[in-house]
């Protein structure tokens, strides 16, 4: 079936909103707390956008956003015309707290204009913190700290801030940190262990040593400890963990931070998927484990290890257990990388930006044409 036709079949059960800035209104849980819905009218929301993590030359966006707030607009703009509800904006640790218990005003200042940008351009934000990924940029004194000094200093800094972005209705979540992880064998000094993808450090460690205590109750101290610094400055908006799904790269298990002896203080799941070509099946079973009563969101997802149409096709298969889908934007639309030479990476970009333009006619067409929650 052409990728065109399968997500009218797989849509037509899902009740979607498309916002704009006139109608922009908090999204929050259903009273079962399974789904999203607008808080004001009730209707089911689904999580439609993009990671806006890194702008294509690798720069990321503390890296530009005040010398070129008009390519931040523009980005917006653009993501908003793919037919986007949702960004998921990256805030690096040391951009915010250079000092120990200094804030970085200017920053916190450009935060709160991003917040009414998204306003503006009827996008709701998907706040991540406590980023590390440029290294060279994480602050000596940070890496120094022991494990309840990082975790007081974390909570500080969630303080700092979500209280730049508290009230707004933009605001969809606070997403504590990216692809937390505990104490392990490669590394096990380091908080940040192994180089990702570009030379970036997307996984981070919330402690170095287990000591007397399970993997659980110390997933659980630290979420309870930002969480509950996060409700001191902002009693409503959403709180989660982007996680790795080991369920998916062990094959098997069960999962950490949204088990019920961890995930009380979570909102929603939310879950970074990249299929395996010739794995679908596998993929799709594993996030299956993920759908533990809350809303699922597939928070990380785009065609680097399949092809487009296997992506398309784990997208099919999961919807009626997802309630949110976010990918990846870099600065380049469709038709810039069209008129391009361009890389492998560029080729990949360009088909998932073309698959999700070409699926947000579908989901709207749900929204026209009504739906039920699933």
Request: with cysteine; aromatic share 12%; glycine share 10%.
């Given at each position: 079936?052409?990728?065109?036709?399968?997500?009218?079949?797989?849509?037509?059960?899902i009740?979607?909103?498309?916002?704009?800035?006139?109608?922009?209104?908090?999204?929050?849980?259903?009273?079962?707390?399974?789904?999203?819905?607008?808080?004001?009218?009730?209707?089911?929301?689904?999580?439609?956008?993009?990671?806006?993590?890194?702008?294509?030359?690798?720069?990321?966006?503390?890296?530009?956003?005040?010398?070129?707030?008009?390519?931040?607009?523009?980005?917006?703009?653009?993501?908003?015309?793919?037919?986007?509800?949702?960004?998921?904006?990256?805030?690096?640790?040391?951009?915010?707290?250079?000092?120990?218990?200094?804030?970085?005003?200017?920053?916190?200042?450009?935060?709160?204009?991003?917040?009414?940008?998204?306003?503006?351009?009827?996008?709701?934000?998907?706040?991540?913190?406590?980023?590390?990924?440029?290294?060279?940029?994480?602050?000596?004194?940070?890496?120094?700290?022991?494990?309840?000094?990082?975790?007081?200093t974390?909570?500080?800094w969630?303080?700092?801030?979500?209280?730049?972005?508290?009230?707004?209705?933009?605001?969809?979540?606070?997403?504590?940190?990216?692809?937390?992880?505990?104490?392990?064998?490669?590394?096990?000094?380091?908080?940040?262990?192994?180089?990702?993808?570009?030379?970036?450090?997307?996984?981070?460690?919330?402690?170095?040593?287990?000591?007397?205590?399970?993997?659980?109750?110390?997933?659980?101290?630290?979420?309870d400890?930002?969480?509950?610094?996060?409700?001191?400055?902002?009693?409503?908006?959403?709180?989660?963990?982007?996680?790795?799904?080991?369920?998916?790269?062990?094959?098997?298990?069960?999962?950490?931070?949204?088990?019920?002896?961890?995930?009380?203080?979570?909102?929603?799941?939310?879950?970074?998927?990249?299929?395996?070509?010739g794995?679908?099946?596998?993929?799709?079973?594993?996030?299956?484990?993920?759908?533990?009563?809350?809303p699922?969101?597939?928070?990380?997802t785009?065609?680097?290890?399949c092809?487009i149409?296997?992506?398309?096709?784990?997208?099919?298969?999961?919807?009626?257990?997802?309630?949110?889908?976010?990918?990846?934007?870099?600065?380049?639309t469709?038709e810039?990388?069209?008129?391009?030479?361009?890389?492998?990476?560029?080729?990949?970009?360009?088909?998932?930006?073309?698959?999700?333009?070409?699926?947000?006619?579908?989901?709207?067409?749900?929204?026209?044409?009504?739906?039920?929650s699933r």
């Open positions: 079936m052409k990728q065109g036709c399968r997500f009218a079949m797989c849509m037509a059960g009740l979607l909103v498309w916002t704009g800035a006139a109608s922009l209104e908090p999204i929050g849980l259903s009273e079962d707390g399974s789904e999203f819905v607008k808080m004001e009218s009730g209707e089911r929301f689904f999580a439609w956008g993009f990671n806006y993590d890194r702008h294509h030359d690798g720069r990321l966006i503390e890296d530009y956003w005040h010398e070129q707030w008009d390519t931040i607009a523009q980005d917006f703009q653009n993501m908003k015309e793919l037919g986007a509800n949702l960004v998921r904006i990256h805030l690096q640790f040391g951009r915010f707290m250079p000092e120990p218990g200094e804030f970085n005003e200017a920053n916190l200042d450009q935060l709160a204009r991003l917040v009414g940008l998204a306003e503006d351009t009827g996008l709701y934000l998907n706040l991540t913190g406590l980023a590390c990924y440029h290294k060279h940029d994480v602050p000596e004194w940070y890496d120094a700290l022991d494990e309840a000094e990082r975790w007081e974390q909570a500080a969630w303080k700092a801030v979500a209280d730049a972005a508290a009230g707004s209705p933009a605001v969809f979540c606070y997403n504590l940190m990216n692809e937390p992880i505990l104490a392990g064998s490669n590394d096990p000094d380091e908080w940040l262990p192994g180089e990702g993808f570009g030379g970036k450090h997307f996984v981070q460690r919330i402690t170095l040593d287990l000591g007397e205590r399970t993997r659980h109750e110390v997933a659980r101290a630290w979420v400890t930002l969480a509950g610094a996060i409700r001191e400055v902002d009693e409503n908006a959403m709180i989660t963990v982007g996680a790795i799904p080991w369920v998916f790269h062990f094959g098997g298990g069960s999962p950490l931070f949204y088990s019920e002896e961890v995930g009380e203080n979570l909102d929603f799941t939310s879950v970074h998927f990249y299929p395996q070509s794995e679908v099946d596998a993929a799709v079973s594993a996030l299956e484990v993920y759908d533990v009563g809350k699922l969101v597939v928070e990380e785009f065609p680097l290890r092809d149409d296997e992506l398309a096709e784990f997208f099919e298969r999961s919807m009626p257990i997802l309630d949110g889908i976010t990918g990846f934007f870099w600065g380049e469709i810039d990388l069209e008129a391009k030479d361009r890389t492998i990476g560029d080729e990949m970009t360009l088909r998932w930006l073309r698959l999700f333009r070409d699926m947000t006619p579908e989901m709207q067409a749900a929204v026209t044409n009504g739906g039920e």
